[in-house]
């Protein structure tokens, strides 16, 4: 099961942008650092728990992002590589009943190198599984 990207609302500052390589033929980028999404998941049944994963890109031209586990930093993960890998899975996060995931821009103002994409956001196990 999968969230379209381009269906979460966003803070200012991230665009659609082509990309043949994505999984729908679009990402969402930014470059500047704060911007981010939060969404929540929930389920009927209250016990329940999945894993969400983020899709995206690394690159020499990537920032440094943030995924939050219901308000709480629990991944920062560098983006920026040597080569560019249009697509992977960078980061994932178990979700509770009523979780909520926020992505978000971290990289530095000083640093050059700051972009963010999301391909796709993933769920890719549940508990009953």
């Given at each position: 099961?999968?969230?379209?990207?381009?269906?979460?609302?966003y803070?200012?500052?991230?665009?659609?942008?082509?990309a043949?390589?994505?999984?729908g033929?679009?990402?969402?980028?930014?470059?500047?650092?704060?911007?981010?999404?939060?969404?929540?998941?929930p389920?009927?049944?209250?016990?329940?728990?999945?894993?969400?994963?983020?899709?995206?890109?690394?690159g020499?031209?990537?920032?440094?992002?943030?995924?939050?586990?219901?308000?709480?930093?629990?991944q920062?993960?560098?983006?920026?590589?040597?080569?560019?890998?249009?697509?992977?899975?960078?980061?994932?996060?178990?979700?509770?009943?009523?979780?909520?995931?926020?992505?978000?821009?971290?990289?530095?103002?000083?640093r050059?190198?700051?972009?963010?994409?999301?391909?796709e956001?993933?769920?890719?196990g549940?508990?009953?599984?």
């Amino acid at each position: 099961m999968s969230l379209d990207p381009h269906n979460v609302p966003y803070s200012h500052g991230w665009t659609d942008s082509a990309a043949a390589s994505a999984i729908g033929g679009t990402v969402r980028v930014t470059t500047t650092p704060g911007t981010g999404l939060t969404n929540r998941w929930p389920f009927s049944d209250h016990t329940a728990q999945r894993t969400v994963a983020l899709v995206s890109a690394r690159g020499p031209q990537m920032g440094v992002l943030g995924i939050y586990k219901d308000a709480r930093l629990v991944q920062r993960i560098d983006l920026r590589s040597a080569t560019a890998q249009p697509r992977s899975v960078v980061g994932s996060v178990e979700l509770g009943y009523d979780g909520r995931i926020t992505v978000a821009n971290l990289t530095p103002a000083t640093r050059k190198a700051r972009a963010i994409t999301i391909d796709e956001i993933i769920t890719i196990g549940f508990d009953e599984d």
